[in-house]
Structure formats: structure tokens, C-alpha cells
């Protein structure tokens, strides 16, 4: 068997397994550019990784949260227990998540930005083709100013 099929299969089979607490806490994670594959894949209608949000509701799903800066928004991810060493539910999840974003005054984006750099993302899971893909993120508002996002960069999140 070729060698990432077998790792493949042994991931999927739970064969490997992390040990608890053994991925890395979301604020060691450095914040890097997005190369021209992410944002293609995450913000496809997004020239040069701008982004538009209309701050609308979808029944109390919002795509993003404008945060005062990334340390803030990077808070946000590191709260969202890990479904798998921790075994949170995806509605474990989502309340972390939203106790976390009033925590650290993240309010549902609304405008457009362009993103400058991306940090460490956690998954809440709802099911098969239904992920949250919650990430950190560094933007500049459309007044220039350096602010954090709390963005859903899963493929199948909804865009308005």
C-alpha cells in the first residue's frame, strides 16, 4: 500500500491518535501570509483576499466577528475546546465560541476588509459537509485600520 494511503487509512481507521492535550495551544501558532491557494479555496470572490461581510444573521450564524486586534480573535480560537483530545460536542463548541467572542468583544463583522495574515483555526463539526472552519485572522478595515477576525473559511460556510 503506498505510504499516505496507509497513513490515510490509519487516521481514518483511529489508528494514530494524539495523545490528550497534545495539539498545540491556538496562541503558539504563528500568524503567517495566506498564499494564493488559501485565499482561492477560502475566499474565492475575494480579489487580492478582500472580503465583504453584510453582518446579517443566518438564523445566529454570522460568517465573521471583527475583533479590536488578533490577539483578541486568537483568544476566540484558543477557547473552542478540540472535539477530539477534549471530546467536546459541536454544541459544547459553540457555546465556547460565543462566550469567547463576547469575552473578547468581537462583534459580527460587517463591511469589507482585506486579510493580511492567518493564525490558528479550530473545527466545530455539525456533520458531513456542515464544518466550521474558525480562524484568526489580521485584516485591515476599509478605513485602514489593523483589526482581528474571527472568520469561517470552511468551504461550505455561507456567504452573503
Known amino acids: 500500500m503506498h505510504r499516505t494511503c496507509a497513513l490515510l487509512a ?7 491518535t494524539a495523545p490528550a492535550g497534545a495539539a498545540p495551544d491556538a496562541r503558539s501558532v ?12 477560502h475566499v474565492p470572490d475575494g480579489p487580492n483576499g478582500a472580503v465583504t461581510f453584510s453582518g446579517r444573521s443566518h438564523k445566529g450564524y454570522y460568517r465573521a466577528y471583527a475583533c479590536p486586534d488578533v490577539a483578541a480573535a486568537t483568544s476566540v480560537i484558543a477557547a473552542i475546546p478540540d472535539s477530539t483530545t477534549q471530546r467536546a460536542t459541536a454544541a459544547q463548541q459553540g457555546v465556547a465560541l460565543k462566550n469567547a467572542l463576547q469575552a473578547q468583544k468581537c462583534a ?4 469589507r476588509y482585506r486579510i493580511a495574515l492567518i493564525g490558528a483555526q479550530a473545527e466545530i463539526n455539525h456533520g458531513v459537509e456542515a464544518s466550521e472552519e474558525w480562524t484568526a485572522i489580521s485584516a485591515v478595515d476599509s478605513e485602514g485600520r489593523t483589526i482581528g477576525l474571527v472568520f469561517d473559511a470552511s468551504v461550505y460556510a455561507i456567504t452573503d
Open 30 to 41: 504563528p500568524l503567517r501570509k495566506p498564499d494564493a491557494a488559501w485565499l482561492a479555496i
Open 108 to 111: 459580527p463583522a460587517k463591511g
Open 10 to 16: 490509519a487516521v481514518m481507521c483511529g489508528v494514530l
